[in-house]
């Protein structure tokens, strides 16, 4: 095996209650991001925004699908800020104010397609 979230891991190995996994490589989120919003929404994991290697916020916004065992870019927000709240309903992830060159405003909300 190589790795608990590896090719030849099982569902088993992934869902172990109170046991902290490692992901592979390839299962890391395409930018390094602190300090941003996550929530779940189709059975994907998603975060937005938040601080990379930069001084200035992100606007990115990416998923994580299980099944795919990958990270994918979505449609970055309009506003693009750290330090922000979340607010999750059944089909949308809304962000909420935050850090952008001061504080924001801001209110946007991603929604997905029920079977991406």
Do not use: H
């Not at 190589?2 to 902290?20: H, I, K």
């Amino acid at each position: 095996m190589t790795g608990p979230l590896g090719p030849e891991s099982t569902p088993a190995d992934q869902m172990r209650p109170g046991v902290w996994l490692k992901p592979t490589r390839g299962s890391r989120m395409r930018e390094k991001r602190a300090d941003f919003v996550a929530g779940c929404l189709g059975g994907r994991l998603i975060v937005a925004g938040g601080l990379g290697n930069e001084p200035s916020p992100l606007g990115s916004v990416e998923s994580y699908t299980p099944g795919k065992r990958r990270w994918e870019y979505l449609p970055p927000m309009p506003t693009a800020r750290c330090s922000s709240a979340s607010v999750q309903t059944p089909s949308m992830l809304l962000v909420i104010g935050g850090v952008a060159q001061g504080p924001s405003d801001a209110v946007e909300a991603l929604c997905l397609q029920e079977n991406v």
